[in-house]
């Protein structure tokens, strides 16, 4: 089954400073998404960022960018300039198949980000 | 704008009791889900439906049940709250083989069973 681990319960950054935050995650298929969703606080969780495992070009969002290595399974998120408003909660995911052609997303355990003013 | 909405953001029942969460989607959905957010745990899948009256376990089930009548509509219920139970439910949405797939979540319901 595959797995997503996120080994930094919580992280802290100064706003405008860059802070990367880890994922890695374990599986056998060749071909998959990965996603970085945020979470603030009392507020809906919302899709960051989405890399396409056959892709080798690593996926931005304006501030928001990937380091997806495939071969070593890991899959970072990088915030370059920090603003008040990244502080959330991070949660990196994996899309897997069910069945009937349904998806689920595996979910990491996710690492809370605070920014410093 | 897509939205997903569930019927309560604070909940407090006591155990024993019957207990319903309700969650509706305006973007006509095939794929519902309702998940389960603890610390240190992340988000674990309880149960899912890709249709109407269809309905599959997830990967933390036991003490869940389901109800989806209509399309936009996605109930868990929990039949005997116990404390073990208490947790923030978040529900979500998302198209049927849509490729890119992205999930849209709800605010969430933070239950407390005492």
């Known amino acids: 089954a595959q797995t997503v681990t996120q080994s930094q319960p919580e992280m802290s950054v100064q706003e405008a400073e860059t802070v990367t935050l880890s994922c890695t995650y374990d599986?056998?298929?060749?071909?998959?998404?990965l996603f970085w969703y945020k979470q603030p606080p009392s507020r809906q969780m919302i899709l960051v960022i989405r890399q396409e495992a056959y892709k080798q070009q690593n996926a931005t969002e304006n501030r928001f960018s990937v380091n997806f290595q495939k071969a070593a399974k890991s899959f970072s998120l990088k915030i370059s300039d920090s603003q008040l408003g990244d502080a959330a909660m991070y949660f990196c995911?994996?899309?897997?198949?069910?069945?009937?052609?349904?998806?689920?997303?595996?979910f990491g355990q996710g690492t809370r980000l605070t920014i410093n003013p | 704008d897509v939205k997903v909405t569930q019927s309560s953001r604070y909940l407090v029942k006591r155990t024993g009791e019957k207990v319903f969460l309700e969650c509706v989607q305006d973007m006509d959905h095939e794929n519902m889900f309702w998940y389960r957010q603890d610390p240190g745990l992340g988000l674990r899948l309880i149960y899912f439906?890709?249709?109407?009256?269809?309905?599959e376990k997830g990967d933390i089930p036991e003490g869940y049940s389901v109800s989806r009548e209509k399309k936009e509509r996605f109930s868990l219920i929990l039949e005997s709250a116990s404390t073990n139970q208490t947790s923030m439910y978040l529900c979500?949405?998302?198209?049927?083989?849509?490729?890119?797939?992205?999930?849209?979540f709800g605010p969430g319901t933070r239950l407390t069973v005492t």
């Open positions: 439906s890709y249709d109407v009256k269809m309905k």
């Open positions: 995911a994996y899309r897997t198949y069910i069945i009937q052609g349904a998806q689920k997303l595996v």
């Open positions: 599986t056998s298929e060749s071909d998959y998404y």
């Open positions: 979500a949405s998302s198209l049927y083989l849509e490729s890119s797939y992205e999930q849209y």
